[in-house]
């Protein structure tokens, strides 16, 4: 009898090293303890960002700015919005129509008050951001109500 082994080595080429999984800085995550924040943030910003509380409408600083910039995070610093998204609304807080690139607001189905609403918060530090509704009127309909003491606003 004869046997004939053959061995077939595969030639598998490995391909090239896909390594694309870099964290961007939009997407690292600031994690503190609640303590922390309130060192660092003032009593009204710990109050609204941190226990989800909200400015009195009509009454915030970037209610009726027109003026063009950027629109963060005040807890982190994450850019959440520009002026071209801003507009004027009658609801008594800063609101826009979209944010700046997806990923960096989180929504959260937010069942407090007797009402379901969807809260924002930023996507980086967990902060509350104000709520997003469907009511907007330009062209995404969406109306995101933001509170000015949880952003921070650059020229
Ligand atoms: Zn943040």
């Known amino acids: 009898m004869i046997a004939t082994v053959l061995v077939l080595f595969a030639c598998t080429g490995n391909g090239q090293n896909k390594n694309k999984d870099k964290m961007s ?7 503190r303890t609640e303590e922390e924040w309130r060192k660092i943030l003032s009593p009204e910003q710990f109050y609204v960002l941190r226990q989800k509380g909200t400015d009195s409408p009509f009454t915030g600083k970037y209610y009726l700015n027109k003026e063009k910039g950027m629109y963060s995070c005040a807890a982190c610093g994450n850019e959440l919005f520009s002026s071209d998204m801003k507009f004027d609304s009658d ?29 924002i918060i930023c996507a980086k530090c967990g902060s509350h ?27």
């Open 25 to 31: 800085d939009s997407t690292q995550v600031i994690s």
């Open 91 to 119: 609801c008594g807080w800063p609101s826009f129509d979209k944010e700046i690139a997806g990923g960096k607001i989180k929504k959260i189905t937010d069942y407090s008050h007797g009402m379901v609403r969807t809260e």
């Open 129 to 155: 951001l104000g709520h997003l509704f469907d009511d907007g009127p330009t062209s995404t309909h969406l109306r995101y109500c933001v509170n000015s003491t949880s952003v921070d606003f650059k020229k």
